[in-house]
């Protein structure tokens, strides 16, 4: 399973747009690019995935450059509520091909008034 | 979606003891999954626990110290063994998501069990 690098932390204010970006160099070519949301004393909670090009939900975007070397979870208009540990996952997870999901260190977003 | 719940959310434990954890689901799930979260750290699977055999333990962990039950679809315990400080932790159990017989790529989270050993 390929390896993520991802920012610490990052701090924002409300109603800006927020990019968190991951880089897996070692992708490989049936690996997916899944983002986890973690608020404190809760599980994780699937955002978004995605294999190439860009990807949206109504909670965020995901943007991946052909080479898929890098990924940017983007979250439009931040509020307080968005506070949480972003974890960035990279994997084959088509269809049970494997379920295990191996976390880096994540991304702390602190949002301000 | 599946709805989990973990039983107990939080104890504390004297070095030596023993505490089960229980994660039941909503549904009828073939994977569930054992995580640990130290403090201020990342999510460490533990182990993947199938229904109708024994579970499998990711390097660094031990069924000794980490027994896991698994016995229907819809429910599995982790048992942390001989506690000692450093096993303060939270313990979050997961399940993957299908539609019929395709797994989906994402899995729900229990809300997890903050165990503290004095």
């Known amino acids: 399973l390929a390896k993520t690098t991802q920012p610490i932390s990052m701090d924002s204010y409300e109603g800006q747009e927020v990019n968190i970006t991951c880089s897996h160099n070692?992708?490989?070519?049936?690996?997916?690019i899944t983002w986890y949301q973690q608020f404190p004393s809760q599980g994780p909670r699937f955002i978004i995935q995605?294999?190439?090009t860009k990807v949206t939900n109504e909670v965020a975007s995901l943007f991946i450059p052909a080479d898929r070397k890098s990924s940017t979870l983007s979250l439009p208009r931040v509020s307080l509520s968005d506070t949480a540990v972003y974890y960035c996952?990279?994997?084959?997870?088509?269809?049970?091909?494997?379920?295990?999901?191996?976390f880096g260190t994540g991304t702390l977003l602190a949002v301000q008034p | 979606s599946a709805v989990i719940s973990q039983k107990p959310s939080r104890d504390i434990c004297q070095r030596g003891t023993s505490l089960t954890i229980q994660c039941q689901v909503d549904?009828?799930?073939?994977?569930m999954f054992w995580y640990r979260q130290q403090p201020g750290q990342s999510l460490t699977l533990i182990a993947t626990?199938?229904?109708?055999?024994?579970?499998?333990?990711e390097s660094g962990f031990v069924i000794d110290k980490f027994p896991i039950s698994r016995p229907n679809l819809t429910f599995s315990t982790l048992t942390v063994s001989n506690l000692s400080p450093e096993d303060s932790s939270i313990y979050l159990c997961?399940?993957?998501?299908?539609?019929?017989?395709?797994?989906?790529?994402?899995?729900?989270f229990g809300p997890g069990t903050r165990l503290t050993v004095l």
């Open positions: 626990a199938n229904q109708g055999s024994e579970a499998t333990y």
């Open positions: 995605g294999y190439k």
């Open positions: 996952l990279v994997g084959d997870y088509r269809g049970g091909a494997t379920n295990k999901l191996i």
């Open positions: 997961s399940v993957e998501d299908r539609e019929g017989d395709r797994v989906r790529n994402e899995q729900f």
């Open positions: 549904s009828q799930v073939t994977m």
């Open positions: 070692n992708i490989a070519t049936n690996d997916y």
